[in-house]
């Protein structure tokens, strides 16, 4: 099941990057990371780690459904336009992001004897995957979004690499997350007034 | 110095089902053509050197019946001399060929030790003691595959191709880049192997390049003939695809499944002889009757050329690779190979061979829509000039040449497994596994992969005759009324005018790929007293240059410019800088001396280059001005 | 065999159903007075009685290609996945064979709108070359995805293959090859998103308008040909991508079957109704998805082995 979780966690991530409305994107946003935390529950139960629990558990419920709400909340208040048109051609888009996904493998392939090495190089895809949402949108809020979702992927890819990650850490991103939107939420205040 | 084993026998057999058809109808055409004993004398000779390729079995003999081939169909291009574009054509081909013919002449004084009399089989050890094969393989592409065609050397064909007369065309199109091919298998298969991986993918990458290539261009393209040469540029690349297959699964030590791929190739080869000569010929009537290439100028012609028409229908959809036609069964095959694949144990290479399964894929579509274009406007609607509307169907030779290039490619669809047999026969001379036991029961081609699938062309063509002949049969029992009339078009008139061109019709195909065509667009409009909107006149031009011609040879073109401009300023100097660079030559020469023959150290080496640095600033540049 | 030709027969009467079926549901969540079920009958049968006007601009191919139209779909139903397993089928015929025959009878269908020399019809062709060349990579990527997770290309083994073998396992790459035949099934049979099938208009029209010219007996044989494509890939989904109830008796199979189809078109109305009509140009990103949709299916499955 972890397995359809990470694809379903790929395919929102990928139908992001192709989305060219704000909405649908925090749409896509709480459903990625609804499938990265039903992955980390998976996880959870395998490993049967406490730590994973939390972890799983807080994604769903603060990346999943609180930060898209929060995020549209803010859009509402100052007026964001939803049109937001992604930079790179979508003729290049079909190549680019199955070639990324390859060649993430290709190069990963040889430095890797793990078990679990395919995960990993999935989730260092979706890492650059989220690098090119931030790079093909020039809306702060885009941006914001390939932000978040660059540390969805560092979460697979702490899960998936070190079976579990020490919870310490992923609480303190997730502090970090909140510190980040309270300070974008001050800067769209600057900026707005 | 000649071999008659099972591969050179079936290329021969290859020209024959090429060059027969062809006779006919260049002996048609020939009232087209002034200088008539030139291009006949041209014709045999560039019909038998092609033999001669096929059969030579030493480089001497091999590579002398390749010049010959190059030079007649150069002078083929130039039967009607004529025509500044035709000029710049040839001079063009003559260019590019024998740019390959360097690059064969060296690749076979590598492999032959400098005796050029050596026989084929004796290449093999001399080949396998050579230090850098690579070079030789890139020897062998630069050398065959340039006279393919094949991305990014293929900028020629679209220019050389239909400026020669159209049987020529058909030869040069259908039959020549194919003997080019055979070269190209022939020195793989019986010099070159065992390969690496590298050479397989890069193949591949070529052909999936190559084909996607030349079907946009051909969408773009107005001019018949530039057309179909565009697509003998897909084609290659979808052959290459195969070869591209084979390589790899025989340098995965997969036989079998490579025997399959290099036979889906040969198959390809030949249908693509078959169907692209079919093309160009009934395209030649075209031409014959409406003295013009202009696509724009066509339409309507199957009223009055039905026979013309038909064959190019046949042959537009043997290329769209539409069931149950013999390029269907071919492409069907390079899918196959595609999809076999999934038994790689290399998961980086299996997991990127979908782009080349899609590259064919995506070609094919836009084969289609291409097909449908010239089809559609040449043929169909009404004739868009007084060229067209006074066309009447071609002579009989002209006409025979055809029906016999039709039957070729029926027979090709109906016939494929015995064809099939042969091409395994001829692989089999290489050491290939046979696989024809797997693959062929009872007129069906079955797939050797164990996810892979079943055609059998006989009974697609049985179904549809089946259902088509119901369906005729119950519309005799209807009885229906039909009544010829004009029918509603939204109230306008119908003229040749309001119809779609060609340049309507490829628009939203042409708009989607447009960062890559970068078109010249002219759009010219008399308005009618300042209404944006309602206009007099109006036209629409797009013109487009070939991406790879624009970058490639013009930026070449460009730094050979720049590099002889700076030689010119060099030669023509004042004395005493004349004398400044015969110091620092005499210098250099000094110092490369002690470098090569005394000692190499690299302290003096960058000791030296500065000094020779600052003598070549100090004495030859100079200050500037 | 007697289910087999019983099931095509059911195949081919029933497409027109299923047409007015989605079109009723659009107009009932509409507000509309819906229209009877058996509208795309009485359409046909009044084709049927009409006199066929041919343009006179026209040539052969007018006469021809509404019979090479339908043929090779009549063709295609000939391998369609048995309905029940006791079943006989055609079970050699691949996918790939089945892709060129819908290609066939598109072709001539562009062909037709060229015919006649009216725009109308170049725009329709023009646009439908257009979409299906970007459908066709998209289809045959899902394709071979399909063929690797039923581990058979032949169209009927790979339906009884994952009813058998229904892929726990490859749950990810199954689900985003679904996810990409859906929007191939939306582009191919010009529903909304895509094409409009009600509309006249030429900003709009795709399909419409290469038919215009065509008139009672012809016009019937294309519109049969474009019911029965509908059928064709609504079959293929819910055998592929729902494959149940093929254990059953024939006539509950058969049941079974049917009402499946009906939830797709239920769908497929739903999504009409809510959606608006892409431009032509915006089409190529809904058909994006799709292709990427279909690579990452085979990524997933290699990659994930989901």
Request: one cysteine or more; a positive charge; proline letters at 4%.
């Amino acid at each position: 099941m972890t397995n359809l979780f990470i694809g379903l966690f790929l395919s929102t991530l990928i139908t992001a990057l192709l989305t060219t409305r704000l909405y649908r994107l925090f749409l896509w946003y709480g459903l990625n990371s609804i499938f990265l935390g039903l992955a980390a529950l998976e996880q959870y139960k395998l490993l049967d780690d406490k730590a994973l629990l939390i972890s799983a558990l807080l994604t769903l419920l603060l990346k999943g459904l609180l930060l898209p709400y929060l995020f549209k909340l803010f859009a509402l208040k100052f007026h964001t336009e939803r049109n937001i048109p992604p930079k790179i051609r979508l003729q290049y888009a079909i190549l680019l992001i199955p070639a990324i996904l390859v060649f993430t493998f290709y190069l990963i392939n040889p430095i890797l004897h793990l078990p679990g090495k395919n995960y990993i190089s999935l989730s260092i895809a979706s890492l650059f995957l989220s690098l090119v949402l931030i790079i093909e949108h020039k809306a702060i809020f885009a941006k914001v979004i390939g932000f978040l979702m660059m540390e969805n992927a560092l979460f697979l890819l702490g899960m998936t690499a070190t079976e579990g990650m020490p919870m310490l850490i992923e609480l303190g991103i997730f502090f970090d997350l909140l510190m980040a939107v309270v300070v974008i939420n001050l800067l769209f205040e600057v900026e707005h007034a | 110095m000649f071999t008659f084993d099972p591969f050179a026998l079936l290329f021969l057999f290859f020209l024959l089902l090429g060059v027969l058809p062809n006779l006919f109808y260049a002996y048609g055409y020939l009232d087209h053509i002034q200088r008539k004993w030139h291009f006949w004398i041209h014709y045999v000779a560039f019909v038998l050197s092609m033999g001669g390729v096929v059969v030579s079995y030493t480089p001497l003999s091999f590579l002398f019946f390749w010049e010959i081939m190059s030079l007649s169909s150069w002078q083929l291009i130039l039967t009607d001399p004529k025509e500044e574009s035709t000029q710049k054509a040839a001079r063009f081909y003559f260019f590019m060929t024998h740019f390959g013919f360097v690059f064969l002449l060296l690749f076979f004084l590598l492999v032959s030790n400098g005796s050029l009399t050596l026989s084929f089989d004796k290449l093999h050890a001399i080949a396998q003691n050579f230090a850098y094969p690579s070079l030789l393989f890139f020897l062998l592409i630069l050398g065959f595959l340039s006279k393919a065609g094949v991305v990014p050397l293929h900028v020629w064909l679209p220019y050389a191709h239909p400026a020669a007369p159209s049987a020529v065309s058909a030869l040069m199109s259908g039959v020549m880049l194919k003997i080019a091919l055979y070269g190209f298998m022939r020195m793989l298969l019986e010099v070159l192997y065992p390969w690496p991986l590298e050479w397989g993918i890069l193949i591949l990458v070529l052909g999936a390049l190559s084909s996607l290539i030349g079907v946009l261009y051909a969408l773009a393209e107005h001019d018949i003939k530039a057309l179909l040469a565009n697509h003998s540029i897909e084609n290659i690349g979808i052959i290459l695809l195969g070869i591209g297959m084979g390589m790899i699964f025989l340098a995965l030590k997969l036989p079998m499944l490579a025997t399959f791929a290099f036979l889906a190739a040969l198959y390809h080869i030949f249908n693509h002889m078959s169907f692209k000569s079919l093309l160009f010929l009934s395209a030649g009537s075209v031409l014959h009757q409406t003295h013009t290439k202009n696509i724009e100028r066509y339409g309507g012609l199957i009223k009055s050329m039905p026979l013309t028409a038909w064959s190019f229908l046949l042959a537009a959809l043997s290329i769209s690779a539409l069931p149950p036609t013999n390029g269907f069964l071919s492409e069907w095959m390079i899918f196959q190979s595609l999809l076999g694949s999934s038994s790689i144990a290399n998961m980086a290479l299996k997991i990127s061979l979908p782009f080349a399964v899609f590259a064919l894929a995506l070609t094919g579509g836009l084969a289609i829509a291409c097909f449908v274009k010239a089809f559609g406007i040449t043929f169909l609607g009404l004739h868009r000039s007084a060229n067209a509307k006074h066309a009447t169907e071609v002579n009989a030779f002209m006409r025979t040449g055809m029906l016999l290039m039709g039957a070729v490619v029926v027979g090709l669809m109906l016939f494929a497994p015995w064809f099939l047999r042969r091409f395994d026969a001829a692989l089999a001379s290489f050491g290939l596994p046979s696989i024809s036991q797997k693959i062929l029961f009872s007129w069906s081609i079955h797939s050797l992969t164990h996810n892979g699938g079943v055609v059998s062309p006989l009974f697609l063509l049985a179904m549809l005759i089946f259902f088509s002949a119901g369906l005729v049969l119950l519309a005799k029992r209807l009885r229906i009324r039909k009544r010829i009339f004009h029918t509603w078009a939204c109230g306008y008139r119908t003229t040749p005018r309001t119809q779609y061109s060609a340049t309507g019709f490829a628009g939203p195909i042409r708009r989607f790929f447009e960062w890559l065509y970068r078109p010249d667009v002219h759009f010219h409009k008399k308005t009618l007293a300042g209404h944006t909107t309602k206009f007099s006149t109006a036209l629409y031009d797009v013109h487009i240059r070939p991406l790879f011609e624009r970058s490639l040879y013009d930026g070449t073109k460009k730094l050979l410019n720049r590099l002889s401009y700076f030689i010119y300023r060099f030669a023509h100097f004042e004395q005493n800088r004349y004398a400044a660079i015969i110091f620092n030559l005499t210098l250099s020469v000094l110092f490369g001396y002690r470098i090569v023959a005394h000692q190499f150290s690299w302290a003096t080496f960058a000791l030296e280059a500065i000094i020779l640095a600052f003598t070549i600033k100090i004495l030859v540049i100079g200050e500037k001005r | 065999m007697i289910y087999t030709l019983i099931h095509i027969a059911v195949m081919v009467i029933l497409a027109p159903l299923f047409l007015s079926l989605i079109k009723a549901i659009k107009m009932w969540l509409l507000f509309k007075k819906p229209l009877p079920l058996l509208q795309g009958y009485n359409d046909l049968a009044k084709l049927l009685r009409k006199e066929v006007i041919i343009s006179q601009e026209a040539s052969q191919i007018t006469r021809i290609a509404p019979y090479l139209v339908l043929a090779p779909l009549l063709t295609a139903l000939l391998f369609m996945p048995p309905v029940t397993k006791g079943e006989w089928y055609i079970g050699f015929v691949d996918a790939f064979t089945l892709t060129g025959l819908l290609a066939l009878s598109t072709f001539f269908l562009m062909l037709i709108g060229l015919d006649s020399a009216s725009a109308f019809g170049g725009i329709g062709s023009s646009r439908e070359a257009f979409i299906s060349a970007l459908v066709e990579p998209g289809m045959i990527l899902v394709i071979f995805a399909l063929s690797l997770i039923a581990k058979n290309l032949g169209i009927a083994e790979a339906a009884i293959h994952l009813n058998t073998h229904f892929p726990t396992h490859h749950l990810a790459s199954y689900t985003f090859a679904a996810i990409a035949f859906f929007i191939l099934i939306l582009a191919e049979n010009g529903r909304i998103p895509i094409d409009n099938p009600e509309t006249h208009l030429e900003l709009t029209m795709v399909h419409e308008a290469m038919v215009l010219d065509l008139s009672g007996w012809y016009l019937a044989l294309v519109e049969a040909a474009s019911a029965i494509k509908y059928m064709i890939f609504a079959t293929l989904f819910v055998s592929f991508f729902s494959p149940f109830g093929i254990g059953a008796p024939f006539l509950i199979a058969l049941a079974i079957y049917l009402a499946k189809i009906a939830f797709l078109s239920l769908i497929i109305a739903l999504i009409e109704v809510n959606t608006a009509k892409l431009r032509l140009f915006k089409v190529p990103n809904l058909l994006g998805i799709a292709i990427i949709f279909a690579f990452l299916s085979l990524i997933s499955y290699y990659m994930l082995g989901a």
